[in-house]
């Protein structure tokens, strides 16, 4: 079974608009990485956000971590349409020595 | 460094035949993941090794299904025989220790 859980599976926003995706997990960890992945090609890292922290910024990226909640949302400010592709979270389980599950992803359009 | 290297990027075969999928990691990584991606499954984790040793392989579909790291710089992922269910796109993806992973561009399988 996955461990993160995104949400929602699919999203489509006008360039411009700010682009919000949620992820849920279920044990604890050492820290939650969201992940692009564009139509063909491998996932890209985006951002590592570890467990002792909060929120994190990376341009127009912004990352929060609720481990009370066991989750996380990612924020893309001010889309444009090259933002379009597949976003996944993925867990580094504190149990599971650097073991790295993923999501279902959120599939993420944007419209010129 | 080149990143995560894998070969071939596509392979069709006839139902039956051995596949071989490659991956060299990038150096210095103490991690490597096998991940298949499907539309109806998402992207799975099939098998983890820690320092060449295999420590999840929980996620590896059936015994027709084997993988190997013989040392630090190559692994590979084996199906034999092959069927048709078993076409997606096969990823590998290498990390050091509590950071993000990097992935490869993918092997896409078809088997007719």
């Known amino acids: 079974s996955q461990q993160g859980e995104e949400d929602p599976q699919a999203l489509s926003i006008q360039e411009g608009e700010n682009a919000t995706m949620n992820c849920s997990y279920k044990?604890?960890?050492?820290?939650l990485q969201w992940y692009r992945q564009n139509s063909g090609r491998g996932l890209v890292h985006l951002i590592l956000?570890?467990?002792?922290?909060r929120e994190k910024h990376s341009g127009r990226l912004r990352v929060t971590l609720d481990t009370s909640k066991k989750s996380s949302s990612l924020l893309i400010t001010a889309s444009r349409a090259a933002d379009t592709a597949s976003y996944f979270c993925?867990?580094?389980?504190?149990?599971?020595?650097?073991?790295?599950?993923f999501g279902g992803g959120t599939r993420l359009m944007v419209k010129p | 460094d080149a990143g995560v290297i894998q070969s071939p990027r596509h392979e069709v075969t006839e139902m039956g035949q051995e596949v071989t999928l490659r991956c060299k990691p990038i150096?210095?990584?103490?991690?490597l993941f096998w991940y298949r991606q499907t539309m109806m499954r998402g992207l799975e984790l099939l098998i983890y090794?820690?320092?060449?040793?295999?420590?999840?392989d929980s996620g590896m579909p059936e015994d027709r299904f084997s993988a190997k790291m013989p040392n630090a710089s190559f692994s590979t992922l084996k199906i034999q025989p092959s069927e048709p269910r078993d076409s997606a796109v096969y990823f590998c993806?290498?990390?050091?220790?509590?950071?993000?992973?990097?992935f490869g561009q993918g092997t896409r399988l078809t088997v007719v």
């Open positions: 993806a290498s990390t050091g220790l509590n950071t993000e992973a990097f």
């Open positions: 044990t604890s960890i050492n820290n």
């Open positions: 956000i570890r467990s002792n922290e």
């Open positions: 993925a867990t580094d389980d504190n149990n599971a020595g650097n073991m790295l599950t």
């Open positions: 150096s210095g990584h103490n991690s």
């Open positions: 090794f820690n320092n060449n040793v295999p420590i999840d």
